[in-house]
């Protein structure tokens, strides 16, 4: 089976209406693409840790032995063997929540996950594509630095060179339709998931 990893920075949990979106478009996606399994990381239940001058000194010695096998590795090799990669974050401060920051670290590790070469990059990375889903509560108006950062990132060290997004914004204005402004991003959800 392909894999479909869902990182989960929707802190509200239930209460998420980026996690709705997630939901539908994951929904969606593994009913047109039945040889998918899933797998969520939801990030407010793991106790990431920042990446501090310990933990970098750990990590960088541990590359500089060619070793991976500690499981502060794990997230990164979990992120190289995905097929398919969802990302659902809330738009925070014109960006994305800290927890998704530290997950970007844990995954972002050198001579592992890719390798940079000077005037190129090798990525080590399965996945092709990947989905970026978030709710605002005002308007992004070119301002959406949590999407154009990952799109940037997965594409620059990790050779994924699609991101779509999948946003609902307004979401927090006085008299807002918000069930209207959900069902016009899941219908949009739908039409990626199909493809
Ligand atoms: C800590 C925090 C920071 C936020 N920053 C912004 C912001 O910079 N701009 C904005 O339009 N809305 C902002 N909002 C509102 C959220 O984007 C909006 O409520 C969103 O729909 C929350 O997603 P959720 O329902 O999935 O939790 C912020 C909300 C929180 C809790």
Redesign the pocket.
Known sequence: MKKLLFINA???GD??????LCKKYISAFLSWHTDYEWTELDLNEMSLIPQTREVLDRRDAFIEAGDFSDPMFDLAKQFMDADHIVI?A??????F?SLLKIYFERVSVSELTYDFLGDHVDAYTKAERAVYI???????IGKNYGFEYAQGLFSFLFGINRMDLIM??G??IEGADIEGLLKDAMNRAEEIAKE
């Not at 209460?15 to 709705?20: A, D, E, I, K």
């Not at 809330?90 to 960006?95: G, Q, R, S």
């Not at 978030?134 to 992004?140: E, P």
């Open positions: 929707c802190i509200r209460r998420s209406r980026t996690l709705r659902g809330p738009y925070w401060d014109l960006e929540p978030t709710t605002a509560g005002g308007y992004t609902a914004e979401l927090d």
